[in-house]
């Protein structure tokens, strides 16, 4: 079947403007989670979505940083005002469930703030 | 201090060595372990999960010591393919997950 999707591939701003990026998890994922992997750094976690459980915000870096989830499908992740610190490639991962389910990663956005 | 450690290598090795990582974890409630791999540029995928009693895939095992807080992989006979970054992961706060920053291995003729 298909597996995570995610869109653009490759976006490339300027300071200051505000980008959206997409994530299309599997069908019938219940988690969905958003990552930051700057150039040769591990994996940041961003933020996790659960069902209909309020999402665990704890890593957005800042409030320029937010993400939306309709139900247990799509999810966006938005930066305001974008900032050169921002550029890296932003993953997203869903599984079955949270926890103890094997995540499985989309290929990420590669974003540059120029 | 973080809530995995790796040693970030790399780990340079010939082909047909036995290569061992480790990984620590700071978080003594935490429940679930994994060891995912990376290609460079390309998404992390789950080579193995790790479980109490220790487990074997091929020629790649996986250990726990919850006493000390590790994690562990073995790989036997490495290959040219196995070059990659190896990614710890523990389970964190609830269900989220922590991963380590990565042990890069490169295999060499």
């Known amino acids: 079947g298909a597996g995570v999707s995610q869109s653009p591939s490759n976006k490339v701003t300027e300071k200051g403007k505000d980008v959206e990026l997409r994530c299309d998890p599997i069908?019938?994922?219940?988690?969905l989670y958003w990552y930051r992997q700057r150039l040769g750094q591990g994996l940041e976690f961003l933020i996790y979505f659960q069902g209909n459980s309020a999402p665990d915000k704890s890593g957005l870096p800042s409030d320029r940083f937010s993400a939306e989830r309709t139900g247990e499908s799509v999810s966006t992740l938005t930066i305001q005002r974008t900032q050169q610190e921002d550029s890296a490639v932003y993953l997203c991962?869903?599984?079955?469930?949270?926890?103890?389910?094997?995540?499985?990663f989309g290929p990420g956005t590669r974003l540059t703030v120029t | 201090r973080k809530e995995v450690e790796q040693d970030p290598g790399p780990f340079n090795v010939p082909e047909g060595a036995t290569v061992a990582f480790n990984c620590t974890y700071s978080?003594?409630?935490?429940?679930?372990f994994f060891w995912y791999r990376q290609d460079c540029r390309k998404e992390p995928k789950l080579l193995m999960s790790v479980y109490s009693s220790g487990n074997e895939d091929g020629r790649f095992t996986a250990q726990l010591n919850r006493a000390s807080q590790y994690i562990s992989l073995l790989i036997r006979d490495s290959k040219l393919s196995d070059s990659a970054t190896y990614l710890c992961v523990g389970t964190g706060g609830g269900n989220k997950l922590t991963f380590g920053t990565g042990t890069q291995l490169k295999v060499e003729l």
């Open positions: 069908s019938g994922h219940t988690a």
């Open positions: 978080n003594s409630a935490s429940q679930s």
């Open positions: 991962a869903s599984s079955l469930d949270g926890g103890s389910y094997e995540q499985y």
